[in-house]
């Protein structure tokens, strides 16, 4: 079947399931991409361009066994994945027909690389990315999809789970659930929303967003105040009074309840005795009055049967539909005749962009480079070596190292184990440590730790930590050469990432374990009193803020940031070296002249990809050696300007 008259069917299931657009200010026309949509004429800001009823949202709550998953407590985007699967395995009888031939059979995802084609992810962060993706889908295929089978063989027949079930199919569904999904609302959670996934990325020059009423009932999706909600209230109430019971507030609440209650008895009953009164003046004027009752009930029903009759609905306004609960696409800015109307995915760094939607683009501000835990103690290894040799230990490299492993593996400990209270992140410290290390390991106008970087992390680099990592990472509070003999699988589990930013800017945390690993022995001696600890981080923090002051404490200090940034331009350099198989890593220049002389759509995102990730590392190789070097002169580095995100 051709894109048009897939799009004919879509456009006829649009109008079918009541999805609002005006089509003589917008159309949909096939694309590169698939579809896109087009202004046919110029529209102005904040116009509604689309309406989508949610009863026309696939998701794990609309589905035709919406009741399996949530018998079974799948949820997520597995949930959603089966959901679609299913709908697809029943064809025209699925509600969504009209809606699922249109989509695309797959993205062209990293995880449908060849071998070839991923072999130029080397050394990226998409490398370890998509292995991690696939072993995720796999285990979940294995572990929630099958057992299903057996389970529900009455809906999963022997014939639809071979065409419609397999782990091919989980995978590729999977990937256009991660491409296309909406976070709705509540009830919904993620879904699939039909013609809002016909927008079309671009990036920071967007002309439209998705709008909806995020806060429904959880369990029936009802907008407006429910039966749910009531049964909720009457719960809340009944916690309440019971609390209340148990405060010995009854008696009076109760006592003080009757009071008022027998006082607007009595004002009913003073209000009802003139009535009575009135009527008993006289037998004819009491015998009116009954009439006159009979008559005010008979009357009005008398008239309504005589409407009727003639055919007039008297009932017309209370038969009026309450408004459809919709999730729109508005015009975020103006929209010039003949425009393609985009959208934004949002702020995602490349690795994100190229792993759930198939693209990448240059200089991405959202852009990261990870490092691993490992060689960043390696890396302090080598650093402490040459450390103990300046200070006149003897012997060959094997002894030297092991003194530098004693030396480092304490504060390795010490920083693993206060890590919570050294660096709070979020909603997780207490209100008593966010007060005492607020100037410790966070953003301001000394820089991280003190230091001179300015540095802004992204968001990114906390959010994007679980894309394309393992499930978890247990510390176990072991490192620098203890424990070697571990399980093989323990070997395979990459260690935790350290970040560092578009601007070449390692994280926050990183910068707090190095300066505990090269404080000096005296002071890492005062910090089995954490509160020292802190206080050591708040004057690093007023030593980059104050720098014209030289104390022995500030000529220890500048000789421990010496130390932070020399590891940091190691670490920059080594990773700088895992593009290529050999240290010969190529420069930018040379990849950027390789992808404008390739006509390969995946060796050209793929090197993208490189080309921004190598770009970051210049930076940061750049700042940390000057950084350094500063370090034996009166001077620091010039800072960077934050960038600001309009």
């Known amino acids: 079947m051709t894109l048009n008259n897939k799009l004919t069917l879509l456009v006829d299931w649009f109008k079918q399931q009541e999805i609002q657009w005006d ?40 589905t035709g066994i919406a009741n399996v998953l949530e018998d079974e407590q799948i949820e997520g985007g597995c949930s959603l994945t089966l959901a679609v699967m299913y709908e697809f395995s029943q064809g025209k009888q699925s509600p969504w027909f009209g809606y699922l031939q249109a989509l695309p059979s797959s993205e062209d995802l990293p995880i449908f690389w060849s071998e070839e084609d991923k072999a130029w992810l080397k050394g990226t962060e998409m490398e370890d990315a998509v292995k991690n993706d696939l072993n995720d889908l796999k285990e979940d295929y294995t572990v929630i999809v099958k057992p299903l089978f057996a389970k529900y063989p009455y809906i999963f027949t022997e014939t639809l789970v071979d065409e419609f079930f397999t782990l091919d199919k989980f995978c590729t569904i999977s990937t256009l659930i991660s491409s296309r999904s909406f976070e709705v609302d509540t009830y919904h959670e993620n879904g699939m929303v039909p013609f809002a996934d016909l927008f079309n990325h ?14 429904v009932c959880d369990a029936c999706g009802a907008l407006d105040y429910c039966g749910h909600q009531y049964l909720d209230d009457l719960e ?3 916690e309440e009074e019971k609390e209340a019971n148990e405060h010995g507030n009854t008696s009076e609440n109760e006592e003080w309840s009757d009071v008022e209650d027998m006082e607007d008895m009595e004002e009913e009953e003073q209000e009802e005795e003139p009535m009575s009164g009135s009527g008993s003046d006289s037998g004819s ?8 009752d009979s008559d005010s009930e008979e009357g009005p029903l008398k008239d309504l049967e005589e409407l009727e009759k003639q055919g007039i609905n008297i009932w017309k306004e209370s038969e009026k539909k309450p408004a459809k609960d919709t999730c729109d696409m508005v015009l975020s800015r103006a929209v010039k005749k003949g425009e393609e109307i985009f959208n934004t995915y949002g702020d995602h760094p490349n690795i994100v962009l190229l792993s759930k939607y198939g693209f990448c683009y240059d200089d991405n501000q959202n852009d990261y480079v990870s490092v691993s835990e490992d060689a960043v103690i390696d890396a302090c290894l080598v650093v402490t070596k040459e450390q103990v040799k300046e200070q006149g230990e ?22 693993l184990s206060n890590e919570h209270i050294l660096c709070p992140k979020g909603d997780d410290e207490d209100e008593d440590e966010d007060e005492e290390g607020d100037d410790c390991c966070k953003d301001g106008s000394g820089g991280c730790c003190g230091d001179s970087g300015d540095h802004e992390h992204s968001e990114k680099e906390e959010q994007e930590e679980g894309e394309g990592e393992e499930h978890g990472h247990e510390h176990s509070g072991n490192c620098c050469g203890e424990d070697e003999d571990v399980d093989e699988d323990v070997e395979n589990v990459k260690s935790r990432p350290y970040f560092m930013n578009e601007e070449g800017l390692y994280e926050d945390t990183l910068m707090c374990l190095l300066h505990v690993m090269f404080v000096s022995e005296a002071t890492f001696a005062t910090f089995v009193d954490i509160e020292k600890a802190i206080q050591y981080f708040e004057t690093v923090a007023e030593d980059g803020q104050n720098r014209s002051k030289k104390t022995k404490k500030s000529q220890q200090l500048t000789m421990a940031k010496k130390r932070v940034y020399q590891v940091c331009s190691m670490l920059s350099r080594q990773r700088y070296n895992e593009y290529s198989e050999d240290t010969s890593s190529t420069s930018v220049e040379e990849d950027i002249k390789t992808r404008d002389q390739t006509t390969h759509l995946r060796h050209r995102y793929a090197l993208t990809c490189r080309i921004s990730e190598k770009k970051i590392l210049n930076k940061s190789i750049q700042y940390y050696e000057a950084a350094e070097q500063s370090k034996g002169t009166s001077s620091e580095p010039a800072k960077k300007s934050k960038k600001r995100r309009v």
Do not use: Q
């Open 23 to 62: 089509e003589e200010w917008i159309e949909i026309r096939p694309s590169s991409s698939g579809y896109g949509i087009y202004a046919r004429k110029d529209m102005p800001k904040k116009k509604r361009v689309v309406k989508i009823p949610k009863e026309a949202i696939l998701s794990a709550k609309s």
């Open 202 to 215: 671009r990036d920071g020059d967007e002309h439209v967003h998705f709008e909806t009423d995020f806060e």
């Open 236 to 238: 809340i109430d009944s």
């Open 285 to 292: 004027d009491s015998g009116s009055d009954s009439g006159s």
């Open 394 to 415: 003897k012997g060959d490299d094997e002894a030297l190292e092991k003194i530098a492993i004693e030396l480092t593996r304490p504060r390795w400990e010490f920083f």
